[in-house]
Every structure is written in structure tokens, then in C-alpha cells.
């Protein structure tokens, strides 16, 4: 089994960097007397041993438990080079479950609550100089239905569509060498129609007056632009043009250089940074130029109407649960999906690891961000989810893959937000809050029903019947056939929209439908409706997706779903991968919209 010991920020590369993954001595604190007893002394030991960064509840961790355990507590040994203790030294987590405390060598670094965002400290004043020593204690509450949790379960055993928690470490631990005067964060905001990039840097350890940066970008080998600023402050904004450049005049408006699913053109950009002439810092990222926006009812990429053909994909891993097994796991997943004829998921109730969206940038694939949602309202649910989409979009800004944000799913947390006024707001909130911190995406308030203000109408309906429910069938092809029967429509006996609001011309897309489910040999599993072979797998999606593609009013769609999971068995791939059947029947089927015009 792999450790995960592939770049875990592709957004922003340094060569300096150690992996702390493999290996940790681990504890269970079922009494939580870890804190108080010390337990983050150097001298304590742990009876267990884990492998990060897989959750105890995984066969991968090497523990495979799936009983509760709200507390438990990580340790690890590791060295570092001499020249390290020349710079600051940064201990990154990628994401940890839920909440966190850090010590180093005994001594307290900081906390951190989210169980689905990254998060680091400069650890360099704890640092002995000698063999380091990290420990970790970590608080999920497995019963808490105000902490964002997704999928996971307040119950021990998964059942219908929840599945096993994820406690503690599931992503990446790494430690970063930087110089006191580094680059802290770039964002990269395109103007499709001017042709140019926004380049935002934040410089970390401001304080010199002579401090220059060096920016290089360059297409498919071929440099494009270098130019050197003076950092005047600790935020500098730069906006550089790129077509009007010799490389692009000829192909500009044939799109050549704009990045979408069919072609994922991506920019690299190298970025130094010197303080008085010196070298002190030096990075790799990437950008790709992309625009979506809504106009006349439909959803365009770089300015052409675009058919989304999603598949609704939880994220999940027999192996690892949340926690893929391997970094090309993450990219068979794309490959797979686009094997099937989609050219995008919507990432369900997860915050899905940055290299799944490197690859999504690299193959192109179109997603749709969303965040594990609380099941209950409440204070604390509307801080805690507010909070995790700021870190967010912080994380994920430069990714062009990404094209929506889903914040809110199924009234999930917002429960009676069809009548109630102050569950509207947070809908709102949120759909606010978003749109500030991020104006290149769309953002859909409450997928599935009792939308708010919403970018996109996006609605669930798993009422096609099996083939042989003819009324259900004639009744789903009649919601899918006119704007009004499909606004007038009561998925799950919810409203489209929410009390006091309406559509107001944003596209219509079905974004939860299917759910066939099927599994050789199986007598129990979960799904919406059942096909009893592979070949009667593929005549249920053709029949469903006929419906589908029948309607003049679907501007797009999301399919359930990509793989089975746990006790639903309702994927087009087994929970393994394997195709339940012939991937290239689905994708004849799903090469049908051409059939239509839009």
C-alpha cells in the first residue's frame, strides 16, 4: 500500500519538502484523558501503530476499526537536514477529522476545528535540532449532527445512503522548508474576453525594501511572458495580457489556448522571489484560462453553450474510504468517468484532496465543488459551514476545473428552510458569502429543491420507475417536457424553490437522477431502482437517459451515480472500479445529446 508520497499542494510546488506519511504510533482515548495526562510529552509512547494517512476506521490504516472512538491521539519521530534549521520550517496537514492539537516536541503549536480543509503552522521554534517529534490529538464527535459530516454516519453501522466515518488524519502530513521572506499564497483570476490573467501574491516575513519577484509563464514549453515586480506591500496585484502575444494572435479566437474538458490547456508559471538581489524563495503553479457564466437559460464555457454531462462521484475508497489509496486512484476515476462519456462530476458531499482537481485540471473534467453538509440547524452549524467554505475557496481558487460551488444540498441542514425565514437567510448567506470571496463560478444555493437565490435550478427526480412502471416512466418524461410542469414539480414532496422566491431564467439542469442499481451475485444492496443483469444495466440507463435527453428545457445533467459505495450498490463501476458493464454502450448513450440542439 502506498504511503501518499506524491506533491500533496500541485498548486503551489517548492522543491524543500519532507513527507510525514507512513508510520505513526497511534492511541485510542475513549476517556479523554490524553490531555491531561500528558500524553504529548516526548517520553510518552502509543500501543498501536497506524498508517497515515488512512483513518482508523480503514483496512489501509492497518487498524480497521468502525466501532465509536471520538478521541484519539498520533505520534511520530522524524529528522530533518541540516540546512533546514537555516529557515523557517512549516508543518502542514492537509485535512484532519475534526478537531486538532498540534504539539511538537512536547510543546503546544495550535488548534485547528474543520474536518475538511488544510491547515499548517511554523513549528521552527520548537525545534530541537536533534530527532523531532510530532503529536497530534484529535476530537470527532461521532454523534454530533451540527459538525459538517457529509456521508458519514452518527450511527455505528452504515446504512441507506450514509456510510463509515473518518476519524482523524486522512490526508497528507508534510513539512515545508521557506525562507523568512517567501511567497505565501498566489490566486490566479481569468479574463477570458481581455485575454489577460489577474495574478494575486501574498508575500509571507514582508519587510525588506527591495524586494523583486520574477514571474515566468509559459504554453506547452513555449515561454509567454516573464516580467519583475517590486513588492511594495504584502499583497501585490498584477495583471499581464496573454493574446495579444505572437503565439496567440493567430488561434485566439478559435479558443486554442482556453482550457476546456475536450481541451485542457493549462499555463505554467515559475514565480522567484529576491530580497536585495538574492534568491529567496521559488515556486510552480499553473493556471488555465476559463470563463463560465449563464445567459438565454444555459450554462457557457468560454462564452459557447455547454452541455454538462455530470456523474455525481462521493469520493469513496473500499481501501481507504474518504482517503484514496493511491494518487493514481484519484486520476482512474477521471479517466474512468470520461471512458463513460461525461465530461465532469459533481463532488458529492466531500471536499475532495487537491490532487483529485490537479488531475481534473490536467485531464479535463469539469467539477462541481461541493462541502459535507450538518444534518441539524443550529448557531454552531452556520459558523462551522461558513467558516470550512472560506478555507475553501482559499484552497481551491486557482483550479479551472472547477466551475460551480455547492454549498447546500437537499435542505440538509437547512430542514425547514421551504417556510422558514431565518434558514432562508443562511441559504442566502451562503450564496452571498461565496459569490464575495469568488465571482469566476456559479453557485448553487440548495441543490436538489427549495432553491433560494440560485445561479443554476437544480433539481432531483428518481421517479422514472423500472421498465415496467410505464405510469412513472410517461409521469417523468411530462415534468422533464416544459418549463412549467419542471417548476411545478414536488421531488421528494419538495417545492422547487422556497417560499417567497422563483425562478428567475437561471438554467435548469437534473442533477440527481438514475440510481439503478445492480451487483452481480448480490441479494441485498441499496438503490433507486434495479436492473437484474449488465445488459439490463444498460438498457435502464439508455431508457432513463432517453427521457433525458427528450427534454428541450435540461440544459445538462448529473447522473447517480459513478461507483457503488458500502451498501449502495447503485454505481455504473463496482465499488473496486470494475465496470458493472460495457463502458463504451454508456458511452454511445451518453454521446446522444448531440442528437439535440441547443
Not at 429543491?449 to 411530462?478: L, P, S
Request: glycine share 6%; hydrophobic share 35%.
Amino acid at each position: 500500500m502506498s504511503h501518499r508520497m506524491e506533491y500533496p499542494r500541485p498548486q503551489l510546488v517548492r522543491d524543500a519538502w519532507l513527507n510525514l506519511n507512513g508510520a505513526w504510533q497511534f492511541e485510542f482515548d475513549d476517556k479523554n484523558v490524553g490531555a491531561a495526562q500528558r500524553w504529548f510529552d516526548p517520553s510518552e509512547n502509543f500501543s498501536q501503530t497506524i498508517q497515515v494517512p488512512f483513518a482508523f476506521q480503514t483496512p489501509a490504516s492497518g487498524i480497521h476499526d468502525t466501532s465509536f472512538h471520538d478521541y484519539v491521539w498520533y505520534k511520530r519521530n522524524f529528522t530533518l537536514e541540516p540546512g533546514w534549521y537555516k529557515k523557517r520550517v512549516v508543518l502542514h496537514f492537509g485535512a484532519v477529522d475534526y478537531r486538532v492539537w498540534v504539539y511538537v516536541n512536547g510543546h503546544y503549536i495550535g488548534m485547528h476545528e474543520g474536518g475538511h480543509t488544510p491547515f499548517s503552522f511554523d513549528i521552527t521554534h520548537a525545534l530541537t535540532g536533534q530527532e523531532e517529534q510530532v503529536t497530534v490529538h484529535v476530537e470527532d464527535p461521532s454523534q454530533d449532527e451540527t459538525i459538517p459530516r457529509g456521508k458519514q454516519f452518527w450511527l455505528e453501522k452504515p446504512d441507506s445512503i450514509w456510510y463509515t466515518r473518518t476519524t482523524g488524519i486522512w490526508q497528507t502530513v508534510w513539512l515545508e522548508a521557506v525562507n523568512p521572506v517567501h511567497i505565501h499564497q498566489v490566486k490566479f483570476q481569468p479574463d477570458v474576453d481581455q485575454g489577460s490573467i489577474g495574478i494575486e501574491v501574498k508575500s509571507e516575513g514582508y519587510g525588506s525594501e527591495e524586494l523583486d519577484l520574477d514571474i515566468r509563464i509559459s504554453f506547452r514549453g513555449v515561454p509567454v511572458i516573464q516580467d519583475r515586480v517590486r513588492l511594495l506591500q504584502p499583497i501585490t496585484r498584477r495583471t499581464v495580457e496573454l493574446f495579444g502575444l505572437k503565439i496567440f494572435r493567430t488561434n485566439f479566437h478559435h479558443a486554442g489556448w482556453t482550457w476546456t474538458p475536450e481541451n485542457p490547456n493549462l499555463f505554467d508559471v515559475e514565480m522567484k522571489l529576491y530580497d536585495h538581489g538574492v534568491e529567496v524563495d521559488c515556486i510552480q503553479s499553473y493556471f488555465g484560462m476559463r470563463k463560465v457564466h449563464t445567459e438565454n437559460g444555459m450554462v457557457y464555457l468560454n462564452n459557447k453553450p455547454y452541455y454538462q454531462k455530470l456523474v455525481l462521484d462521493q469520493g469513496y475508497w473500499q481501501e481507504g474510504l474518504l482517503t484514496a489509496p493511491t494518487d493514481e486512484h484519484l486520476k482512474k476515476d477521471i479517466e474512468l468517468a470520461k471512458e463513460l462519456g461525461f465530461n465532469g462530476c459533481r463532488k458529492h458531499q466531500k471536499v475532495e484532496d487537491p490532487r483529485f482537481l490537479y488531475w481534473a485540471d490536467r485531464i479535463g473534467f469539469l467539477v462541481w465543488g461541493e462541502c459535507a453538509a450538518s444534518p441539524s440547524y443550529n448557531n454552531d452549524a452556520v459558523a462551522r459551514l461558513t467558516k470550512e467554505w472560506i478555507e475553501i475557496i482559499d484552497r481551491d481558487f486557482n483550479h479551472p476545473s472547477i466551475v460551480a460551488w455547492v454549498p447546500l444540498n437537499e435542505s440538509w441542514g437547512i430542514p425547514m428552510v421551504k417556510s422558514n425565514k431565518q434558514q432562508q437567510y443562511h441559504s442566502l448567506a451562503m450564496y452571498s458569502l461565496i459569490h464575495s470571496l469568488d465571482d469566476t463560478r456559479l453557485v448553487i444555493s440548495n441543490d436538489g429543491w427549495e432553491m433560494t437565490r440560485t445561479d443554476i435550478c437544480a433539481v432531483h427526480n428518481y421517479q422514472h420507475g423500472r421498465a415496467d412502471e410505464t405510469d412513472k416512466y410517461e409521469e417523468f418524461k411530462r415534468i422533464l417536457s416544459t418549463k412549467e410542469t419542471m417548476l411545478a414539480s414536488k421531488p421528494s414532496a419538495r417545492s422547487v424553490y422556497a417560499d417567497g422566491y422563483e425562478h428567475r431564467g437561471e438554467p435548469i439542469l437534473l442533477t440527481e437522477f438514475g440510481g439503478i442499481s445492480y451487483k452481480a451475485g448480490a441479494d441485498d444492496g441499496w438503490g433507486y431502482t434495479s436492473a437484474q443483469s449488465s445488459e439490463d444495466l444498460v438498457l435502464e440507463y439508455e431508457r432513463i437517459m432517453k427521457a433525458v435527453y427528450a427534454s428541450k428545457i435540461i440544459y445538462g445533467y448529473c447522473y447517480t451515480q459513478l461507483t457503488d459505495v458500502e451498501q449502495e450498490i447503485n454505481g455504473l463501476l463496482a465499488y473496486d472500479r470494475t465496470p458493472k458493464c460495457d463502458t463504451k454502450l454508456i458511452k454511445e448513450i451518453n454521446n446522444q445529446w448531440h442528437l439535440r440542439t441547443i
